[in-house]
């Protein structure tokens, strides 16, 4: 019976740790290392480098002390500013960098479309036969001078 218990209590405790892992991951790879090199704090490669290190151990720290995603990026926020964090927020100021690519576009589309229907309006010929019955003789007459 211990042994059924402590295996169970070994299988939940792999199931968290892999979770806390791939959690880890995933807030790795929208956290920049703070050393000036741009790079993804996972993949910075710089020999040497005095920020990662630290940053990830940090980053591990994090993970088990907040239970949600977004708190630990708002405390990277605080920590190191809010340029360290490659993903925008989905509040606040930062809202309109989701926001705006999206609409810009769709107001350009629709200046577009309204432009082109403008121009073709303009480009189709207009007649005028019917007003004027003498009109419509003398520009038979012309074209046919003209052999237009």
């Known amino acids: 019976m211990k042994r059924i218990l402590l295996a169970l209590v070994?299988?939940?405790s792999l199931a968290a740790i892999a979770a806390d892992d791939a959690r880890?991951?995933?807030l790795g790879n929208k956290i920049q290392c703070s050393c000036g090199c741009k790079e993804i704090l996972l993949q910075c490669n710089h020999l040497g480098c005095q920020s990662s290190d630290g940053m990830i151990r940090e980053l591990r720290d994090a993970v088990v002390t907040y239970k949600n995603d977004e708190d630990v990026l708002n405390w990277f926020r605080r920590s190191y500013g809010t340029t360290v964090v490659v993903s925008p927020a989905t509040h606040g100021f930062e809202l309109t960098i989701w926001v705006v690519p999206p609409v810009l576009?769709?107001?350009a589309f629709l200046l577009l479309f309204f432009l082109i229907r403008h121009w073709r309006q303009r480009a189709l010929p207009v007649t005028r036969t019917g007003l004027d019955p003498q009109l419509d003789e003398l520009r038979?007459?012309?074209r046919k001078e003209t052999e237009l």
């Open 24 to 26: 880890y991951k995933n």
């Open 10 to 12: 070994l299988c939940f």
């Open 105 to 107: 576009v769709s107001v």
């Open 140 to 142: 038979a007459r012309a």
